[in-house]
């Protein structure tokens, strides 16, 4: 017997957008590789994603799937505008650092595909808090990302130097990335097993 119960915070663990879906990688592979950095993506993500798919909840449902699409598109695009003014005030070097994964986020999976097959179905309440968990989920990961290749290629978290001694400065690339994400999404899948299986031996 097993369990398959969905809940509205299933994002942040059970249905990881990164771990388990695998969606929205390239920004973690190839910007993650600083705290700095990461604190950028999950800024412009959460501000992007949250107001896009608020706003995008108003269009008619009555339209066609395909002028949904371009519509949603269109406002995440606009959404994107006074987010990107406002990073770079804050985040100057890295988004110069991250350069077209930045836009990207703009048309990421949960505003251009969840939002038709999962989010637009429940009802607001229910829609907002299984959005906020997705994107919880997402910056988790991105932060996490950061920090530890951070450490492990430079020596310092949030720019500041540590005492360590061990330095692989492979992660501080794409490579390094890939590398990272692989090692993590094993690790996740595993202790998303083991917690799954838990849940069903106490159903039983």
């Keep these: 017997m097993t369990v398959n119960r969905k809940t509205s915070f299933d994002g942040i663990f059970r249905d990881n957008t990164v771990l388990s879906s695998l969606m929205v990688i390239s920004p973690v592979i190839m910007c993650g590789d600083t705290l700095k950095n990461a604190e950028a993506l999950v800024y412009a993500f ?3 994603t949250l107001l896009s798919v608020l ?68 009802k607001k309440s229910g829609m907002l808090a299984s959005l906020v968990s997705y994107i919880l989920g997402f ?16 020596g310092t978290i949030n720019n500041r130097i540590t005492d360590t001694e061990l330095i692989i400065s492979g992660f501080s690339q794409p490579f390094g990335g890939f590398i990272f994400l692989g090692l993590f999404c094993g690790l996740y ?8 299986n838990e849940n069903a031996k106490e159903k039983r």
């Design 46 to 48: 959460t501000a992007i």
């Design 55 to 122: 706003i995008s909840s108003f269009v008619p449902k009555k339209l066609p799937y395909a002028a949904k699409i371009i519509i949603y598109a269109v406002i995440s695009s606009l959404v994107y505008i006074p987010v990107r003014l406002a990073a770079v005030e804050f985040y100057p070097n890295s988004i110069e650092r991250i350069g077209i994964y930045y836009p990207l986020l703009a048309v990421n999976s949960l505003i251009v595909v969840q939002t038709e097959t999962k989010f637009f179905r429940m």
């Design 139 to 154: 910056d988790a990961v991105m932060l996490i990302t950061g920090i530890v290749r951070e450490f492990l290629a430079f």
């Design 189 to 196: 899948r595993k202790l998303r097993s083991v917690t799954v």
